[in-house]
């Protein structure tokens, strides 16, 4: 059986940057929970995930830039609570 590449859809700079504030806000909170000094701007974020990178300090993210699970949460169900705490206060 031959293998047939999917198609993932591909994202402009625009939508990827869009979509990465997420991850990138739950990364900067998870941080400041574990009290570890955050210098990386979200462009950093962008830049890696265009170049094919989908895990970020334990964080894996889907072809969306959405957070499928984090390796190094502080505690079970803080990725989970942060996602529905952000889904909720930024309903636009």
């Known amino acids: 059986m031959k293998n047939k590449k999917q198609n993932q859809p591909s994202l402009s ?4 940057l869009s979509l990465m504030e997420l991850p990138f806000e739950y990364l900067m ?5 574990e009290k570890v000094e ?7 974020f962008v830049d890696e995930f265009q170049k094919g990178c989908r895990c ?3 964080v894996h ?9 984090d390796l190094q949460e502080p505690e079970q169900g803080y990725l ?13």
Do not use: V
């Not at 700079?13 to 990827?16: A, D, E, K, L, T």
């Not at 909170?29 to 929970?33: G, I, Y």
């Not at 955050?38 to 950093?44: A, E, I, P, R, T």
């Open 13 to 16: 700079r625009g939508q990827i």
């Open 29 to 33: 909170t998870r941080a400041d929970e």
């Open 38 to 44: 955050w210098g990386l701007d979200l462009d950093f």
């Open 56 to 58: 970020f300090f334990g």
């Open 61 to 69: 993210l889907n072809q969306i830039c959405f957070p499928i699970y």
């Open 80 to 92: 989970n609570n942060f996602i529905s705490w952000y889904l909720l206060t930024n309903q636009k």
